[in-house]
């Protein structure tokens, strides 16, 4: 039986290997700004979701550090138990106040945060509608839940329309900026459709911090309400974690059944409390979103006519369509000191294999014309332009 076992995990990365998918750890030694050092040399970093440049801002840095004096390192137990400390509680009032919701609940990551709320809201005559290009983590809670889950073309609010039931409780779910392409949502034409049909969930992971007044996302942006809105802490706001904000009833019942909260140790103290310093940040930093723009704007200039397609948000995909192609053009750039990721499936569909370019705050305009002259040249010695 061992030797079964065994062999199911090497078969499975051999056959990985076979299709040039293997991915690896690459340990970073240090990270400051737009740059980290792996093995002694230093890159230029176009493949974080820092979006803000917040990771490594001094001032942010500072708060978490005031906050493990204060409140020491762990938060020692799960919410219910005695985990949950007031710096968790300012934090959940922050969050409902800036982005209008009743409550908010917190999560150790946006991956755990979906899943609760697609395990614990859904039941077995449900029907759960998703992008097709949504997230893994919605994708994987979806399949696993108790619904049936379909997926409507990306962006299609008429083909979701079609596939709304009129007999069972439709729950729909759609990204508010999407991960890998970083196209934004049609928030408003889905809102319509789902109206008084459908209960409806953004996860706005890329879209918060980012789009719309003070950053609040990319519902706030458009003037939709989604009954369910989900936010990292792992992107603009440079730390880790995640909320659901809803109305009390919902907050309540993910309280006491959300497995993920329930039976998971709270994250640290100090952690909510350089939370709250960050929504601070991104409220009244506006300069950081002023320079995204900006920064886009240089990129997109630069590389245009090769871009496959020009997205609003700091994520701008160069899709190549082959895996190993794509490798070539990442190996090429890092031989130059430029680290950008190669996205290849199954994390994206098949034949849409791409470099995933991210703009930060942190870069300066000079790295970014930098990354697209020397974006071009590799692209054009491999033929790619
Ligand atoms: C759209 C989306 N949702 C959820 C997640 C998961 O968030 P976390 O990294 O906090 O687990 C990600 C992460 O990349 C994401 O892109």
């Known amino acids: 039986m061992k030797r079964a076992f065994k062999q199911r995990v090497t078969s499975a990365l051999a056959e990985r290997a076979a299709q040039g998918l293997t991915r690896k750890l690459v340990p970073l030694a240090r990270q400051s700004g737009a740059q980290f050092v792996h093995q002694g040399q230093t890159y230029l970093h176009f493949s974080s979701n ?28 799960s919410p219910l138990v005695t985990g949950f400390h007031q710096t968790h509680q300012t934090l959940e009032t922050l ?42 983590s919605l994708m994987e809670a979806g399949m696993l839940s108790a619904a049936t889950m379909k997926r409507f073309r990306h962006n299609d609010a008429a083909h979701l329309s079609a596939l709304l039931s009129a007999d069972q409780t439709n729950m729909v779910v759609t990204e508010g900026v999407f991960s890998m392409d970083g196209d934004c949502a049609p928030l408003v034409a889905l809102s319509d459709c789902v109206r008084h049909r459908a209960v409806f969930m953004v996860d706005d992971a890329h879209g918060i911090g980012v789009l719309g007044p003070d950053g609040s996302g990319s519902c706030a942006a458009v003037g939709i309400h989604p009954d369910l809105l989900v936010v990292t802490f792992g992107k603009a706001f440079g730390l880790s974690g995640a909320a659901v904000l809803c109305d009390r009833d919902v907050g309540d019942y993910l309280t006491q059944f959300a497995r993920h909260h329930v039976y998971s140790t709270a994250i640290p103290p100090a952690q909510a409390y350089a939370l709250s310093r960050a929504i601070e940040m991104i409220q009244r930093e506006q300069w950081r979103r002023d320079k995204l723009q900006l920064l886009q704007g240089i990129y997109q200039e630069r590389l245009g006519h090769v871009a496959t397609a020009l997205s609003q948000t700091p994520i701008q995909p160069l899709i190549i369509g082959s895996s190993e192609r794509t490798l070539r053009v990442a190996t090429a750039l890092r031989e130059q000191g430029i680290w950008v990721s190669a996205i290849r499936p199954p994390t994206v569909p098949q034949g849409t294999a791409r470099l995933r370019v991210t703009l930060t705050a942190g870069h300066s305009e000079a790295q970014v014309r930098q990354l697209a002259m020397t974006l071009r040249q590799v692209m054009e010695r491999h033929g790619e332009s």
């Open 50 to 77: 820092d979006y803000l440049g917040l990771a490594t801002d001094p001032a942010l840095i500072t708060a978490w550090q005031e906050g493990l004096s204060r409140y020491g390192c762990g938060s020692g137990a």
């Open 95 to 136: 969050l409902c106040e800036w982005l209008g919701y009743e409550r908010a609940i917190l999560f150790n990551s946006g991956f755990s945060a979906n899943q609760a709320v697609l395990f614990t809201l859904l039941q077995q005559d449900d029907l759960l509608l998703q992008d097709r290009l949504n997230h893994a």
